[in-house]
């Protein structure tokens, strides 16, 4: 791993493991594991699913091995901690000067690795904040995509579902085009529950937003279904290093606010330019999106103690060193929270709603707790 | 009031008003009101049903217009505490060498006021650590009580019932002795719902302790029903002011551990020598006996935020002043409490349970949280 300068261009000859330029949009506000995180520190920043590292590291760990270069993509308020996270590492980190959803934030990291490293570099998207436990297995998905990427398919990694989940979009698969590669028929916004039962059966596969393509193919794909974007993304790309922070806030705000998914993959699918590598059901890919899915792992640095638990299955505590003790009595599946300013208290089925409580508590003016 | 030393005698043609001498057996664990109460420091010396005046402070407060002396008795664990809340009175407080249950704590405090006041001193026993909202009545009732003690009746203010509790002792009233005193036909035990259903329905009572007698008639009692008990109680307390610690302690540890109940009230009943007031229904009693029953009443020291609740109605929280925000998610009902050094998260409906963690937490090695 390492972020070379000066290494130009793509070696087709070489192995594929050290061919990829990987991009972490790292943002969100996380609120539904409040308050673990907070606006100001979001769920990548955690050590969560291990005992001291975050997520963003662990993801950085996860792909280095097949990475030429890594960079991270940062609002202005976490690239500080960001920075602090990954100072042993050679990443670059891109700071956004505002939040414009996914799809600016992909788009200038492609655009500045385009201009350094040519039209044939692969880029692979992938988020700062999820879990996967194999990461040998995911390298191997990535290497696979990876031909389907220079191939000059947009290619996402399409998780094999391990439940019939209503949290998370679908891919509906479309025809093979090898072995280990199909077009993508259709994405699927979440479904409900019959749906999400539906669409399993049929072979489905879970949208975990990672996204693999040579840099020519998403401009391409831009030029097509977002040409503005495309243009402005590549003309602030050209000048990036030469603008002051104001400059480039103002030509950043002028650019679409839109996710990746809106902008490029829908639009290209339907014009059958998106292929899917299923991952392997053994992968143990997490989003860790809520304390339901929280606590389906283990290893996280909150878990300082067992509570006292009477008559309550299931209970589970997420806590800071210096915790006092904990007792839980009468509730399965109750999730106790405590950090040093607030304590959460919720049960695993009603984790989703977890994310009403900051709005609740900006609304008592509580702004330092968000 | 006041304890006033000299005044022996009762004053037969005096206003009842003063000629009480009230006992407050001001012990006991606690364990489910954790984390609030602790062994060491016990209900009674918390502020509940009031902003900053305790059980204890309240109950004093409540007997104080009908009462001529009040006699505190306590263990030594919680006598600097006791004195402590109680330095702005005329309580006389008696320490306990070690628990020895309710009968030698009231006796030894009967047998002291008997010595100075005479045999037909009225006692009054009442717990310390329950509340009544209005006292007035509750006065009235003691007031009707007296009466009932003069004419030699152990005479027990029975709380009129609001719900079908299986929490409580009942009381069956017998024949009237007059509009407002009837004699008790019998004490039963705590029942289960059906039968609190048709206790209820047949006008039974709650037990809440509250004894009025002469000191002759507890004399004469325990004469009957322990009578080595009361040999020793009585000549205790003639030495009681001489005895060096350790030598009180030795006395005291001969004596029968055994709750007033059951060492006199009930074989007394069974020999129709126990009357009954029955209470207002708006008196407003309640024990306080677990959260649950702290969740019916208001003013509470430690209600200092209404949690965030998403989906959870009905949640409380105790608490002190520097508390960290609080947030309940899809639990109904739950009630957390935050001390300094412990969390406890239950329901409404599974109060009672509470009253085990102190043991885990005690397995735990933890004795300093218990």
Redesign the interface.
Known sequence: MGYRRGTRGLDTNGDTMTQLHAIIPAGGAGTRL??LSRANYPKFLLPLAHPTRSLLQQTVERLAPVAETITVVTGSAHAAAVHDQLTDTDVRVVCEPSGRNSMPAIGIASELIRAEFGDDAVIGSFAADHIVRDSEQLRDHIRTAIRAARAGYITTLGITPTAASTAFGYIRPGDLIDREVATVAEFVEKPDEARAQQFVESGYLWNAGMFIMTTRTLSEALADYQPDLGRRLHALAADWQDLSGDARAERWSELTAIAFDYAVAEPAARDDRVAVVATSPTIGWSDLGDFDSLCEVSGHGYETQTP?A??SSGAKVFTGDSA????????DN?V?V??????????R???Q??K??PQ??RQ?G?HE?C
């Open positions: 409040w308050p006292i009477v008559d006092p003790l904990i007792a839980v009595v009468g509730i109750c106790v405590h950090t040093d300013d607030a304590i959460l208290v919720t049960t089925d009603a984790a709603k977890v009403d409580v609740y508590v008592m509580r707790l």
